[in-house]
Nanobody, 121 residues
Framework: QVQLVESGGGLVQTGGSLRLSCAAS????????MGWFRQAPGKEREFVAA?????LYSGSVKGRFTISRDLAKNTVYLQMNSLRPEDTAVYYC?????????????????WGQGTQVTVSS
């Protein structure tokens, strides 16, 4: 059974930083692209970042967020710097059964339960 478990969310002030983690279990994800998405209240879930052998970022986070992975730990990270109130959302980790990173939500098969990130002004 594939499982993705996010952690690291919380409350932070504008300009602060957080690092999210996503621990994967059930299979080895070295040949899968991993991604982060987020969903703010009343809005659709949107793409944040993805990676396999290359990385992909949304324009709103490029230069502030960094996605990385530790294959030995089967874990993917999202380092978030210079946080803004508009970054407030539930952040979801996702995996697709393809090596190519993608910003399309429907291409991801496995999803975590989400972790809340709140940025205060």
């Amino acid at each position: 059974q594939v499982q993705l478990v996010e952690s690291g969310g919380g409350l932070v002030q504008t300009g602060g930083s957080l690092r999210l983690s996503c621990a994967a279990s059930g299979r080895t994800f070295s040949n899968y692209a991993m991604g982060w998405f987020r969903q703010a209240p009343g809005k659709e879930r949107e793409f944040v970042a993805a990676m396999s052998r290359s990385t992909l970022y949304s324009g709103s986070v490029k230069g502030r967020f960094t996605i990385s992975r530790d294959l030995a730990k089967n874990t993917v990270y999202l380092q978030m710097n210079s946080l803004r109130p508009e970054d407030t959302a539930v952040y979801y980790c996702a995996a697709r059964t393809d090596i190519r990173p993608s910003g399309l939500r429907y291409e991801y098969v496995y999803w975590g339960q989400g972790t809340q990130v709140t940025v205060s002004s």
